[in-house]
Nanobody
């Protein structure tokens, strides 16, 4: 069983920045492709960003490309999401997820483990 715990969410003004973190309990964190998803009230969970199990390969949703950066530190068993130029439409609960595969996938069903999420609210 892999436990994932997100942190770093909060209230930020439009144009501001936040950095989300996800700490993993998996001894073999390096064996998982990792992803960030988000879900706003009344909407389906959507892919935000993902990173392959070997650092270097990333993928982003078009809506966040150029503003968000995903990274991972396998030595710390941690995943990060740097979010810049935040917009009100980025408001959602953000989840990190782990998939037992080499390459990132945008499909939520491909991820076996999920955290509880952290709330991000972008508002003036």
């Amino acid at each position: 069983q892999v436990q994932l715990v997100e942190s770093g969410g909060g209230l930020v003004q439009p144009g501001g920045s936040l950095r989300l973190s996800c700490a993993s309990s998996a001894p073999t964190f390096y064996n998982y492709a990792m992803g960030w998803f988000r879900q706003a009230p009344g909407k389906e969970r959507e892919f935000v960003a993902g990173i392959n199990l070997a650092p270097g390969g990333t993928r982003y949703a078009d809506s966040v490309k150029g503003r968000f950066t995903i990274s991972r530190d396998n030595s710390k068993k941690s995943l990060y999401l740097q979010m810049n130029s935040l917009k009100p439409e980025d408001t959602a609960r953000y989840y990190c997820a782990a998939a037992a595969r080499r390459l990132v996938t945008i499909e939520p069903g491909d991820y076996s483990y999920w955290g509880q999420g952290t709330q991000v609210t972008v508002s003036s």
